[in-house]
């Protein structure tokens, strides 16, 4: 079945590490979006990318990196220097044509400890 | 710029009421309107969509009319179930910049009791 995979589901950090969120899809998608979502704000654009080996930064891409060397995957870090970085990070991607929707993975919980 | 304003919530109902969830937006140009529902816990899903004016997406009992005159796409049910229980997100897409980023409003909880 085609769709997108994010993991790990749950992610425990200590302050001050970097770490990296997985995203893969297999949608033949040209569009990949990574969202953050905290309790009553709704999805914020981190960062997405239109096309392979290029990226554009969102509403709230401080502290943020990503890369997309392969059209299947657009991984996100979160660095050090993302001051709360305790979210629920949501994947996305799409045709990225007119009329067409979004799909979405089944998101990955960061807490910082 | 582009927005989506939806209404506030805990939206609370009993099972079997009508549900109205508002949604109004503001874009340049001509978008494409969705409504996506996310379970706890998990990502969203599309629930419908509309890609023009007075067209009316529709999905498990839930429907929505794209009116381009008063810049609105209210979600309706006529008899909503406990599954229902879940944040619905209104969202657009319009060409910007050569992409089309899918913008989303706030989100709305419902809750229906038994």
């Not at chain 1, 033949?28 to 096309?51: C, T, V």
């Not at chain 2, 969705?34 to 599309?46: A, R, S």
């Not at chain 2, 909880?109 to 038994?114: D, W």
Request: glycine share 10%; charged share 20%; aromatic share 12%.
């Amino acid at each position: 079945d085609g769709g997108i995979t994010q993991s790990p589901k749950y992610l425990f950090r200590k302050e001050g590490q970097n770490v990296t969120l997985s995203c893969e899809q297999n949608l033949n998608h040209d569009a990949m979006y990574w969202y953050r979502q905290d309790p009553g704000q709704g999805l914020r654009l981190i960062y997405y990318s239109q096309i392979v080996n290029d990226f554009q930064k969102g509403d709230i891409a401080e502290g943020y990196s990503v890369s997309r060397e392969k059209k299947e995957s657009f991984p996100l870090t979160v660095t050090s220097a993302q001051k709360n970085p305790t979210a629920f990070y949501l994947c996305a991607s799409s045709k990225d044509r007119a009329k067409t929707e979004a799909f979405f993975g089944q998101g990955t919980r960061l807490t910082v400890v | 710029g582009n927005s989506v304003t939806q209404m506030e919530g805990p939206v609370t109902l009993s099972e079997e009421a009508f549900l109205t969830i508002n949604c109004t937006y503001t874009a340049t140009g001509y978008p494409s309107l969705f409504w996506y529902v996310q379970y706890p816990g998990e990502g969203l899903q599309l629930l419908l969509k509309a890609t023009k004016a007075d067209d009316k997406g529709s999905n498990k009992g839930f429907e929505a009319t794209y009116r381009k005159e008063t810049t609105s796409f209210h979600l309706e049910k006529g008899s909503v179930q406990v599954s229902d229980s879940a944040v619905y997100f209104c969202a657009l897409s319009v060409p910007s910049g050569g992409s089309y980023i899918p913008t989303f409003g706030r989100g709305t909880s419902l809750i229906v009791h038994p």
